[in-house]
Structures are given as structure tokens and as C-alpha cells.
């Protein structure tokens, strides 16, 4: 089905969607056919997080969206200033097997598994 480009898209959302849900972890995972997001929420001193969202993108949507990602980033700091980076850190990973740990990668470093967290060391460790 070929869509009109002049014609504009009419978008619903549920309020439970619109709520939203809180996540400073990203674990994103691809094979050769998709991307996959897990968006968690990691509260410190709790013994198991749970994945809040799922997002499956293809290789070309996934890249769409990463490009409106750092777009929209250089458009908030053009605005507010400068985002902070963060050093890597370390987060225990627990996967139903032996515990392991994982060190957390820029997000410019893609590879089959990579963690990205939002909170900072200090979160993670308290």
C-alpha cells in the first residue's frame, strides 16, 4: 500500500502509551535482519530489572532513527547547552546463566550486544 506524501498521517495513541514508561538502561541487540531495543529500568539494590519496552526496527529504520536521534540531540544542546558524557561503567548482567559482567559501550560502538545505561555510576553502585 503506497501512501499519498501529501496526505497526513493520522496517528493514535492510547493513554497508557502516552504515560510512557521510565527506562535508564538500553540493551540493543541485531542479526542481519533486525535491531532490537530493551528498554529497562535498573533501581539500585533491587536483585532483578525487568524489560519495560521492546522496539524491533529493520537495519534501514534503525539507522532512520539513529540520524533523528543525533539530530534531535544537536538541536537540545543548540538550545540548553551540552550534555554531559559519562564514563563507561560496569553493571553485573545476569542473562538465566552464569553471572557475567558487561562493560557499558559509547553508543557509537555497535556490536551484536551493546548496553547503554542513563544513570550514573554512583545510581548504580548505591
Known amino acids: ?17 502516552a504515560e510512557g514508561s521510565y527506562a535508564n538502561l ?3 541487540t541485531h542479526s542481519n535482519a533486525e535491531f532490537v531495543i530493551d528498554f529497562v529500568n535498573v533501581m539500585p539494590g533491587t ?7 521492546r522496539v524491533i526496527l ?8 539513529m540520524k533523528a536521534l543525533v539530530e534531535n540531540v544537536e538541536r537540545y544542546e543548540e538550545a540548553n547547552g551540552a550534555i554531559g558524557d559519562m564514563l563507561p561503567v560496569e553493571i553485573p548482567m ?11 559501550l559509547p553508543i557509537q560502538a555497535l556490536f551484536c550486544i551493546t548496553i547503554i545505561t542513563f544513570c550514573t555510576y ?3 553502585i548505591n
Do not use: C, D, W
Not at 1 to 17: A, D, S, Y
Not at 48 to 53: A, L, T
Not at 95 to 104: C, D, E, K, L, Y
Open 1 to 17: 500500500m503506497e501512501q499519498n506524501p501529501n496526505q497526513p498521517l493520522n496517528i493514535e495513541i492510547t493513554e497508557e502509551i
Open 26 to 28: 538500553a540493551i540493543i
Open 47 to 53: 536483585p532483578k530489572s525487568k524489560v519495560k519496552s
Open 58 to 65: 529493520t537495519p534501514m529504520h534503525a539507522k532512520r532513527f
Open 94 to 104: 545476569n542473562f538465566g546463566g552464569p553471572t557475567a559482567s558487561v562493560n557499558i
Open 122 to 124: 554512583n545510581e548504580v
